[in-house]
Structure formats: C-alpha cells, structure tokens
C-alpha cells in the first residue's frame, strides 16, 4: 500500500461561536445534553448522521449554517451559558485539591484495554470499557492528577447486523481518527510523538493521540502508521479480534508501549491502576526501567513496582484471564532476560499458572502489585477463592484481594428530564453532590404523577427509537413492505416493558425466560397484564454459543404468539443503551450466580427510575433492600448448571406473574403508585451509592493517595526502603521453616461466662528470626467443618525468651457470646508491608 498524509477542510466558525471547536474537542460534552444540543440545534439531521460526533459534525456542516445560527440571538444565549458553565468546570477547585492538596503533582496512570466514553468514539465492547470511561470521566470531576493510556483501533470492536435468517453478522468499519474527538500529540519541535516497541526481529512503532476528558488525558497508541509493515499495522486494527499473536502483540503495546509514551510526554506517574490483566506487561517495562535504566537489582525492582500498583480483577473465572503458552512469552521476551538480570524460568514465574501450564497475565498483576481487588463484594469473595492458592495456610477471608464495587459516572447515564427533576427538587448543586445520601432523601418530594409521567414520556421516545431500528433493519434486508409496516404496531407504551441489554455470553443467560415457551406465551398475552420484551446485545465474533442464544432470541420473536411483544434490536452500544436504559419499566438481568462480576447497566437503570429484577449477583447483593427492586432466586451456590436454570427460570415466572406485573398495573388515581414509590425507593438508595464518584474516592483514599506516598518513601535514597524490604522477604522466607508454635497454654477449658477475659501464651521456635519481625496473634472466629470463619484477631505481646531458645509471647482477648474457636499463629511483621499477608508465610498452632 503507498503512503499518503490527511488534511481536515472545515468550514470556518464565525467569531461568535468558535468555541464549538474547544467543546467538540473535549468528552465533557458527552455528558452534558445542552454542549450537545448547539451542535444539533445547527443541523438535527447531520447530527444524527454522524453519531452524536461534534467533530465530524464541525467538518460536514455548512459554512452557511454556522453563519446564520451565529446572528440568533436566543442561540447565542444558550451558547454562552454552555461556554461559561464549561469554562468554570475546566477550572474549579476540586475535591482532590481541597482534600489532598500537596498531591496536585503526583500522577496517577491507569491503563486499560478499552475505554467507552461516547457512542462517537467506539473503542470498547461492553461493561469493561464502559466502566473504564466513567472512571475517567469521574476522575475530571473530582479533580485528580489522572491520566488513561489505551489503545486506538482502526475498526473499533465491531459494527453488529443480523440478518434474515436471524444470524449476527460482523463488520468492521473503517474509522478516520481526524474525525473523532481526539488529536495526534506533537513534541517539542512540533513532530508528531511516536514510541517504538522491540518485537521479535523487528520493533513496532505506535502513534500517540489524545483525548481530552474534561480535566484529564487518555493517550491511545495507535500502530497504523507507514513505519509499520502491513502485519504489524493491523495489530490496533480490533478490540479483541485477530489470534493468540495478535493479542499478546495487543498487550505488549498496550503495557510496554503506554509506559514509554508517558515518559516521553514528561508524565512520570507516582501511582499505577492496572485495569484487568491486559495491560499487565506494564510491570514488565517498569521492571526494565529499573533494572537496566536506575541500576537496581530485579528483586529490589520487583518491590518498587508493587510500592505504587494496584490490579483490578474483573473476571470471576479461571477460563476469563489471558494465558501465553511458554513458548510465546519466550518469543517475545527472551531478549529482556539478560537485560533484567533472571534466567527464563524466572521470568516465566512471574506469570507462570502451575495449573494450567500456562503464562497468567492476572497472576503477573497480582504478584507484582501492592493491592488487588475485585469490582464488588461478592466478586471479592470469589476471587479469593479463585487465587487461594497463591496463598497456602491463610484463610480464604484474609486473603489480600479486597473490593471497591463499580459505578456509574451518573450524569453520562441520566435523561435530561430527569436531571431536570432532580434540579428542581434537589437541589441546582445535586452533580456536584451525587454522594450526599441525606440530598437524595429529597427525591421523595417530587410528585409522583410528575415523575411518572416524566418516566412514560421516556418510554414513548425508546419505543419510537426502537420501532426505527427494527424498520431500518428490515429494509436493510429487503425484507417485504408488510414485514415493515408492521414494526408501527410493535411495543405498547401502556404495557409493561422489561429490557434485556448486554454482551451476549453465555452466563448472562439470555436464553432463561425461552425455556418455557409456554409461560411466556401466556405473560406476554395476559388480557389485563401483558408484558413486552426487549433484547439487545453483541456476541464475540468467535462466540457460536452466543451467537445461538442471538438467533434462539430473534427466532422467537417472529413466532405468531411473540410477534410484536418480543424484539431484538442490532448493534447495541452506548447510544441503544441510553434510549432503553431510560425508557424500558423494568431492567432484567439474569446471569448464572456467581459469575457476574459486578455489572453496571442495572445501576444506569436505577438511576433513571427503572426498576431492577435481578439474580442477586455482581453488584445486586449490595444494593437490593426489598424496596428498590426485585431479587430472583437465592444467595446459594449450585453444583449442576442444569439444576441452577431450571430453578432460577422458575422463580423468574413466578416473580413476574405474582408481584413484578401485579404491581406495574395496580393502578391509583390514574398511574401505579406502589410502582412510582418503588421508583423513588430505587433512585434514593442506588444513586448515591454505586456511582463512580464514591468509586474513584474510595480507590483514592485507601489505594491511589497511600500507593503515592509508599511509593514516595521506597524510592527515597536509592530506593533504599525498597531494597531493606527485599532482604527482610529474602530472610523471612528462607528462613520461614524453621518458626514452630511449640506450645500454647490458656486459662480455660471448654467454657467461660460473659466478659471473661480468655488468656494465651504461646512458646515459639524463630530460629535466626527475630521476635521484632514477627507478629503473634490470638484468632477467633465461628465454628464449621472447614475451620473457623467470620475471624477476629487480637495482637500478642513479646514477652521474653524461654528455656530451650523459645520466645514468649502472650495475650488476651473477651470473646462475644456464643461457641468460638480460637488459635494462635505466628506471621511476619513490619510495618513496611502493605497488610499482613503482603509476604503470604504463616505458622499455626499445631496442637494444645
């Protein structure tokens, strides 16, 4: 292929409104309906046209449009109002300045394989992109040093048809960046920044471009460029498509790449976020840095590394994590083994699965990250369960994966009608103050006529939305004009509407309610409670059974019984997802407990009055009170996949025919209020809680600000700190063998009264350890046939040195009311570590 170079010819802004192109240029106008409303109100059609993308919009535009709507005076009304309101968020005084206002340059950089900020930039395929996004969008808002690195792919996920015969099909569509939101990164001398990467035989070199999201950066790399032969350009071609070179090749530029294009951009991160284990070859570059660049030792490079990281999980199987085979790593790598001073097999062991025989990019992130955590409580206790044995002898519950659930960046997410309501009955202040439980008990005060029939205008607009995708796509397949007409009778605004919208994995179930044809016959026919259903959702190109579950959904909604009651809308993504989020009654969720990690649509649902009925997974847990929403099934684990649908199917039925229907159409004075007090319940409780505001100050207070400052204090001096911590590891564990619990003594039996005090005192073997770098503790906790569970710890005290070399210590604690059990055991103590389990090495009390 020859080379060639792009312009952009525009039409010119007249001087009264050439601030469009700083707001067209910044992802703030995604989430703020008036900045995109100036560009619509200019040309609604070409609005549409181009996807809600103001970029390409300022190209296509006519000049002599922007001339006249330059001299309407109500125009430019608004255009100021919107201009200023931006103007003071790009400079206000933010949470993080007032709270941590010595940090202001202490970048945080959080990597990510994908980012779904706005249906005009389409670089993701589902929740994973979407959450990353708010984070960054959250991250604006509160202010912090932040920054995201990604990559740029030429034909994005993929653009979803489904065709006559039902099947999804995938295209891929040709993206121009010059057209998108973002801009190619220039240095110094005016050239345009390109980073290169070393590959087997050759280096691979990746364009650097920006994107501005109203405070903050994301940098995406881009390999589609003339320096790249045509293989290696196609490495950024698609989110998650091509083979296992292609993903590892993904990987690497995502991890290595990113972390040289921040350093040539002058970004020097002092904290690193690692969102999902895609981007875990980041370590792998900042080990090299270290190692090569700063001269230290690997080891030494392995505990600054997890001074200042922390990994998020969001994959709650063993099959979901990315694994290399030996040889592909070996292939790709070997030239850094000499260089980071370890032997292949050491390198491997970073990321090397026992099990499974296989390179991890998870367990690459978990041993070289100071924290870890899942995307939701029971997520957390899943994953400790799936890693347990990265930590033999430590109890599941103590395992150092901990969670920060997800949200949702809640103006993204919000109809404008609805923000309207809330600025009227919350207060002009509520964006700034989403987390403020106390402001959100005044949603109660909105009307409740008001609200529902703010609620039934959104869902007229979703079923007119939805009723011209399926007339486009039958028209599309030359379906017969009958087949056509017939879409205007489809979807009754005065029926019940549940929305299903999501990926297409097999987990999430979408084939539940179509196994029994006949209930469902009956639900959506009911001659006073009828129910309609909506589906939508991608399945991987590579995914037949997702793709079945597609045709099993698109089939039965052209059966006679289901015609018109049941649809499946194509090519789902954030702009779909906003007209059903807002617009459907209730929103269905059905994966196979535990599998969702966490989820997010639910919550985007709630925050707009839609009503959740849900299996109490991924986040739902959490959030479900008996008031807000609709729980299917129990909190219990099945062994047989069969069993858990066939139960789960049930209950659905049975929720939807005895309480979810009954109380949609128990009607009072014209609307269901029992339904609008749910409603009300649904908005006041999720909304303050389970948005990424709250996320992105919990990751700051607990992750973020103390990584910065740990990470601080090891590269003091040389990283001095960091190589005392390698050698007290080093001699713990080699060491660790030889630390015996001899004895334990205790002043009870078998039974003691309320607030008695139970006393310890244990005799231990240290060998060449010292007492000062151990911890002994008392640990209590309730009874099972599995151990103790539900543990609490007490701390015990040095208390000299015994006969034979032993170490005593002693303590006490009064146990709660009830049967405890209640042992000793010895771990390392510093407090250098992280938490206790930072060096996963313990000893118990063998017997007393």
Known sequence: MYSFRTVSIKPRLPRQIEGLADIARNFWFSWNVPAQNLFKRINEKLWEDVNHNPVKFLLLVHEEELEEIAQDEEYLKVYRQVTEEFQRYLSRRSWFEQKFSGLGDRVIAYFSPEFGLHESHPIYSGGLGLLAGDHMKSASDLGLP???????????????????????????????????????????????????????????????????????????????????????????GQLYGGDRNVRISQEILLGVGGVRALRRLGINPSAWHINEGHAAFMLVERLRELVVEKGISFDTAVEVLKSCTIFTTHTPVAAGHDLFSAEMVDHYFRHLYGDLGVDREEFLNLGWDQGRGMFNMTLLAIRLSGYCNGV??????????????????????????????????????????????YTIYLGSDWQERVTDRQMWKNNFDLPDNLLWVVHQSLKERMIRFARNVLKKQRARNQEPYERIREVEGFLQPGVLTIGFARRFATYKRAGLLFRDRGRLSRLVNHPERPVQFIFAGKAHPADAEGQALIKLVYDASNQEEFRGKVVFLEDYGIDMARYLLQGVDVWLNTPRRPLEASGTSGQKAAANGVINVSILDGWWPEAYNGQNGFAIGEKRRYSDDEMQDRDDCYSLYTLLEEKVAPAYYRQEMGFPREWVQMMKNSMQTITPVFSTERMVQEYTDRFYVPLIKRGQRFTRDNYALAEKMKEYKRFLTENWGRVEIARVETNVTREMNVGETLMLKASVHLGPISPDDVDLEIVYGSVSEKGLYNLSTAPMQYDGTGEAGLFNFTGQVILPQGTFGYTVRVRPGSPELLHKFELPLVAWAERF
Do not use: C, M
């Open 376 to 421: 939701s409580r029971l997520h957390g206790d899943v994953s400790r369960e799936l890693f347990s044995h990265l930590y033999p002898k430590i109890p599941v519950e103590e395992i150092p994966i901990t969670h920060v659930t997800n949200g949702i960046h809640t103006s993204s997410w919000l109809a404008q009608e609805i923000k309207d309501l």
């Open 146 to 236: 932040f920054v995201g690195v990604g990559l740029l792919y030429k034909h994005g996920y993929f653009s979803q048809i489904i065709n006559r015969e039902g099947r999804q099909e995938a295209h891929y569509p040709y993206y121009n960046f010059y057209d998108l939101p973002i801009q190619p990164v220039f240095d110094h001398r005016g050239e345009e920044v390109v980073i290169g990467v070393e590959f087997p035989g050759r280096d691979v070199f990746v364009k650097v471009w920006r994107s501005r999201v109203g405070r903050v950066d994301l940098f995406l790399l881009d390999a589609n460029i003339s320096l790249n032969g045509i293989e290696d350009r196609g490495i950024t």
